[in-house]
């Protein structure tokens, strides 16, 4: 019985004390001021919402909403961010019909929100998103240095998303609108993203290393009680 208590406290233990956080990753694993891609330019300054739609096939935790600072050095203007949800469960490309707005945030101007890599971001009460089409966009400035980059990009997506499409925003109406909607339209070019936005989600964590180091302390002795139980 003493063996199985040690064997039980070294799982406990590790399981208590093993880091638990996870990290937060952007959607993309991009940065537009310095990646490339087979297709890539910066959009026309101008006062539309610009976007992009993903297919979640796993469930994600959004905790922050972030734009793209160009030079790192603050933004020039203030940028409007949402992430809105498909509500005609379509599951093929592009996976958004404007959708109903589940998450917001403004980013502000200057260095006032934090930089994580080329994004300054905020953060917003954490929203889970499950399996459907998505969308994300955000407002642009006509008078904005804050570059909107077009980039199709390939395997950059986190593992849990799939990438549908782009809102190429030229002539739509001024203001913050569901991406694709009031005369923006999707683009046929499956994968392409307007960044521009950014959402950042909860990475499901690995096990720790202590946590694998007391597992397999675990199953050692419990192979050893097996076998001496077997001897007795």
Request: hydrophobic share 40%.
């Amino acid at each position: 019985m003493g063996t199985i208590k040690t064997i039980a406290t070294i799982v406990f233990s590790a399981i208590t004390f093993s880091p638990t956080n996870a990290d937060v990753i952007p959607l993309l694993s991009l940065d537009p001021a310095v990646d490339s891609a087979p297709v890539k330019f910066v959009e026309p300054a101008n006062n539309k919402t610009w976007g992009y739609s993903f297919y979640v096939t796993s469930p994600i935790q959004v905790t922050y909403l972030g734009w793209n600072d160009t030079n790192r050095d603050g933004l020039s203007h203030s940028h409007q961010v949402g992430i809105w949800k498909d509500t005609t469960g379509m599951t093929s490309w592009p996976y958004i019909d404007g959708g109903q707005l589940v998450a917001s945030a403004t980013i502000p101007a200057g260095t006032a929100a934090e930089l994580s890599g080329p994004w300054r971001r905020v953060a917003i009460t954490p929203i889970t998103l499950g399996v459907g089409g998505y969308s994300v966009g955000g407002q642009n400035n006509s008078n904005s240095l804050d570059n909107m980059v077009y980039m199709f990009p390939v395997g950059v997506a986190d593992s849990r998303v799939t990438l549908g499409s782009f809102d190429d925003n030229v002539t739509g109406k001024d203001g913050f609108f569901p991406p694709g909607t009031d005369n923006g339209g999707w683009y046929a070019l499956i994968g392409g993203v307007e960044l521009g936005p950014m959402l950042f989600l909860e990475r499901v964590p690995e096990p720790s290393a202590v946590f694998l180091c007391a597992a397999a302390s675990a199953a050692s002795l419990a192979a050893c009680w097996h076998r001496r139980r077997a001897n007795s």
